[in-house]
């Protein structure tokens, strides 16, 4: 069940996939392929391990324990059947089977991954006389079915906690960026840390904590605990800490400046905390000040932001509910005040966004990643490079501006 090298697959968010390719290349990945949102490759546990601790842009790590293909809802139960679970976890472990359906002839079938879980319980009652636990919130073993109309592919999730779940990462309102998003967008940026870093409307961190790891090459989940492959019986615990510690001697120290600023002193406060349990608050300057008012080193800057994220008053009204001028007017500034953030109306604080850049920051690099694409045109302001990602659900664009 368990060979020296195994078929993995990385998950990823939409546009990520090329940087996940890469990453997985540079910790020894072998037999790379980009599929939709993921990235399948092979690796022996210590690649399996590195996956973990280091992928910057994987959501987890699965590896595949069985392959096969399907005509009907018999043959899934089948091959189900077929393998012999107590090779896989033991009776004194939890687990959970979670399945991604993308069959026709089994989308109307209820509580699939119910009927899969009783079939493995079973299998063990009827070979030792006695259930294992079943546990959907914090399960030992995570299985997982990805099915389609022709073939079912088992894996085991050896992440457990998504990895986009960051020690150093709270939800504190102010800054809706995935971690994964936010370290996908900076390397796809291809700064070389070797110029400051500069996050203006930084809300609680993300942007600069990622790029501060990027920079020291610290491991994004180096402080992280718990893993799901720390449960498996092939646990190598003396190759796991030997990684670890050549990885924590792998940190390197940086002079480049890192400097976030926020309208908000709750946003700089959730900052700080964040920079302070990640360790490096240190080579953070952190700054409570308005956009229009940053003031930059004198030396090369590299600078990207995440503005404040407008929802959409008509998505949150019954359809034949209109407001009235004087309601939204009073609506906005509820959200302004929930916030603590001072803009007026959407387009002059793009207009306002573009105009600093044009007088306060000309001559050095400037990206801005925004799920509010429709405002990008108000910048005033030519487009360099634009790619398309999904912050979690939301439609986003990166662009690096002229200047």
């Given at each position: ?204 961190g993300t942007l600069l904590a990622e790029g501060a790891m990027i920079a020291k090459n610290i491991s994004p ?42 309208i908000s002193s709750r946003a700089i406060i959730s900052a700080k905390r964040a920079l302070n349990r990640l ?5 953070v300057k952190l700054i409570e000040e308005n956009f229009e008012h940053i003031e930059l080193p004198k030396t ?104």
């Open positions: 069940m368990f060979k020296e090298e195994h078929l993995l697959k990385a998950e990823t968010l939409y546009g990520l996939v090329d940087v996940l390719a890469s990453e997985i290349e540079k910790i020894g990945g072998k037999n790379i392929e980009k599929i939709n949102r993921a990235v399948e490759f092979t690796g022996d546990n210590e690649i399996l391990y590195k996956a973990n601790l280091q992928l910057r842009t994987a959501l987890n790590v699965l590896k595949e324990i069985k392959r096969f293909n399907i005509d009907n809802k018999n043959d899934l139960l089948d091959g189900v059947n077929s393998i012999n679970w107590s090779a896989v976890f033991n009776i004194n472990q939890s687990f959970s089977v979670a399945t991604t359906n993308n069959s026709r002839f089994l989308k109307k079938i209820e509580g699939l991954s119910l009927e899969i879980r009783e079939l493995i319980t079973m299998q063990f009652k009827t070979n030792f006389g006695t259930r294992p636990n079943g546990d959907k919130f914090d399960p030992n073993i995570i299985i997982k079915f990805h099915i389609t109309d022709d073939e079912c592919i088992i894996y085991l999730d050896s992440s457990g906690k998504p990895l986009n779940k960051r020690e150093y990462a709270e939800e504190s309102g102010f800054d809706p960026l995935n971690t994964v998003i936010a370290a996908g967008i900076i390397l796809m940026t291809q700064w070389n840390g070797q110029t400051n870093f500069i996050n203006p409307m930084c809300g609680s989940n180096i402080h992280r605990q718990n893993f799901s492959f720390k449960q498996w019986m092939n646990f190598d615990n003396e190759l796991f800490e030997k990684i670890k510690t050549e990885l924590t001697s792998n940190i390197k120290q940086t002079k480049i400046e890192f400097i976030g600023s926020d360790g490096i608050s240190r080579n090369p800057c590299f600078i990207i932001t995440n503005p404040p994220y407008f929802k959409k008053l008509k998505l949150e009204l019954p359809e034949d509910k209109v407001l009235t001028e004087e309601e939204i007017y009073e609506k906005q500034k509820h959200i302004d005040k929930e916030n603590n953030i001072k803009f007026e109306e959407e387009t002059d604080f793009y207009k306002m966004i573009g105009k600093t850049i044009k007088t306060n920051i000309s001559n050095n690099e400037f990206w801005i990643f925004t799920s509010n694409i429709e405002y990008i045109e108000h910048l005033n302001l030519d487009v360099d490079i634009s790619h398309k990602l999904f912050n979690t659900s939301l439609e986003s664009e990166l662009i690096k501006l002229k200047n």
